[in-house]
């Protein structure tokens, strides 16, 4: 593929706003970890399956995983408040 010209180059302001004013507002943040390289393989490959990126994919597993310990969370103060009724019934 030929080089463009640097002369031919145009810079399209309104184009570059429009477009940060877009990632402004998405709720999604740029950040750095690091992640064994058996793990990010595998995501990887999980990713391919799908035909997603692999951040995707891994957002994806973050947030099943989230929800899943907040709902453990949730039977769990459930399972704690009726113990305490219990307690409550037992020394009346």
């Known amino acids: 593929m030929k080089q463009p010209k640097l002369s031919d180059l145009t810079l399209n302001i309104e184009g570059t706003k ?27 490959s999980m990713a391919a399956k799908t ?19 907040n709902d453990a969370e949730l039977r769990l103060q459930k399972i704690e408040k009726e113990i305490a009724k219990i307690k409550k019934k037992l020394a009346a």
């Open 18 to 44: 429009r477009i940060r004013e877009m990632a402004a507002k998405s709720k999604k943040i740029k950040i750095t970890i690091n992640i064994d390289e058996d793990t990010i393989e595998l995501i990887k």
């Open 51 to 69: 035909g997603g990126s692999y951040q995707k994919t891994l957002n994806e597993l973050l947030k099943t995983g989230l929800e899943k310990n």
